[in-house]
């Protein structure tokens, strides 16, 4: 499946931003898709994760209250919308796809991923 992830930009601290991630290629809903992050310097981290139909999630601590992730299977896109950022939250956001166990936290559990949005967050 091809990912191509959208959305992210320049925010103020304590603002809002929309992540989107547009699949093309195989049946979207087969797969539980999950989001990660990645900052200069560091590995890519596990941000959340959504199974195939939507009816369960799985948050990091670290954005777990200030975030949504959420599907339409229909559009073959997901989404992540968060809230309340902070400049912690800057990073290259990538978006994956894996038919693992869910809840899928880890980067080996993926077997498709996008090509990253950067969300940079100003204090």
């Known amino acids: 499946v091809q990912l191509q992830a959208s959305g992210g930009g320049l925010v103020q601290a304590g603002g809002s931003l929309r992540l989107s991630c547009a699949a093309s290629?195989?049946?979207?809903?087969?797969?539980?898709m999950g989001w990660f992050r990645q900052a200069p310097g560091k590995e890519r981290e596990f941000v959340a994760v959504i199974a195939r139909s939507g009816g369960r999630t799985s948050f990091s601590d670290s954005v777990k209250g200030r975030s949504t992730i959420s599907r339409d299977n229909a559009k073959n896109t997901l989404y992540l919308q968060m809230d309340s950022l902070k400049p912690e939250d800057t990073a290259v956001y990538y978006c994956a796809a894996g038919l693992g166990g869910f809840p899928l936290i880890v980067t080996r559990d993926y077997d498709f991923w996008g090509q990253g949005t950067q969300v940079t967050v100003s204090s």
């Open positions: 290629g195989r049946t979207f809903s087969n797969y539980h």
